[in-house]
């Protein structure tokens, strides 16, 4: 099956792109890497009037350290972030996950804003950057907004974007010296989705936490105050004061009803907590 018609438009610059969304109210797509609206457009599951090609935005290619955070453009691959093309601000968190994500050819078109942007609940993106206290930009005609990115995914592929707006950027703060860092994703196979994820930012000397459970058909768990999952307080002790049952409960509330795959996301969850103490 192929794609039904569609016009197609290549903006030469961000304001222009926001201009043809502006004019389609909601009837255009975004195309960044086409990694996932390329399969979506063949199989008809959207039908757009319009598809817009941000790929040559330059705006949207840029990777730049401000101050304490380093501001990735939506348009950067993730083949980018793998091969060191972006400052490294997370002390080769980022890069991990990155490289781990798909298949090489996949991450030489696949972006970081078109990631977000499709709002998979087994994506890589959406769980590990609210592990890292990142946040995003949204650009519209009326000019820009910025969340905390655990706000933006808002169901399964559904997000907090208006219809006339698009993914700029993700702003990622410098990951302290003391931090320590996992990603683990469970996947039948390399290259698959993960059916479980988890993420884990724990710094025992600021007695700080963020843990996120991914990959649960839903928006990610993200807990910015991870201290519940091990007794109440983070210590350079956190591995052995992991509470399995805290996690669970969670879980159970987040609507996760199959205790099977609560057993699996727990398994995960230690596993990346084991490997953030290493």
């Not at 707006?165 to 996947?187: N, Q």
Request: charged share 25%; net charge positive; aromatic share 4%.
């Amino acid at each position: 099956m192929k794609a039904a018609p569609f016009a197609f438009e290549r903006p030469s610059n961000l304001k222009a792109a926001i201009a043809l969304m502006a004019e389609t109210n909601g009837a255009a797509k975004i195309m960044a890497g086409g990694q996932s609206l390329g399969p979506m457009l063949n199989l008809r599951l959207v039908r757009p009037d319009l598809i817009i090609d941000i790929t040559g935005l330059a705006e949207l290619k840029q990777a730049e350290r401000d101050g304490d955070e380093l501001v990735i453009g939506a348009c950067v691959t993730h083949g980018d972030i793998e091969d060191g093309r972006v400052p490294d601000v997370t002390r080769g968190a980022m890069q991990r996950v990155a490289s781990n994500i798909a298949y090489r050819a996949v991450r030489n078109r696949g972006t970081i804003g078109g990631s977000l942007s499709h709002a998979d609940p087994a994506a890589d993106w959406v769980s590990a950057l609210p592990a890292l206290g990142a946040k995003i930009r949204l650009r519209g005609p009326k000019g820009h907004r910025d969340l905390p990115i655990e706000d933006f995914m808002t169901g399964a592929l559904e997000s907090a974007l208006d219809a006339n707006e698009l993914v700029e950027s993700v702003r990622v703060p410098v990951r302290r010296a003391s931090a320590r860092w996992a990603y683990v994703k469970a996947c039948r196979k390399p290259g698959e989705f993960a059916h479980a994820i988890a993420a884990v930012l724990i710094d025992p000397e600021a007695a700080t936490g963020r843990v996120v459970i991914g990959a649960i058909e839903a928006p990610p768990i993200v807990l910015r105050d991870a201290s519940v999952l091990f007794g109440g307080k983070i210590s350079g002790n956190f591995k052995k004061e992991f509470v399995a049952s805290a996690a669970d409960t969670l879980m159970q509330k987040a609507g996760v009803a199959n205790a099977t795959d609560r057993h699996i996301h727990v398994a995960i969850l230690r596993r990346a907590i084991e490997e953030a103490t290493a």
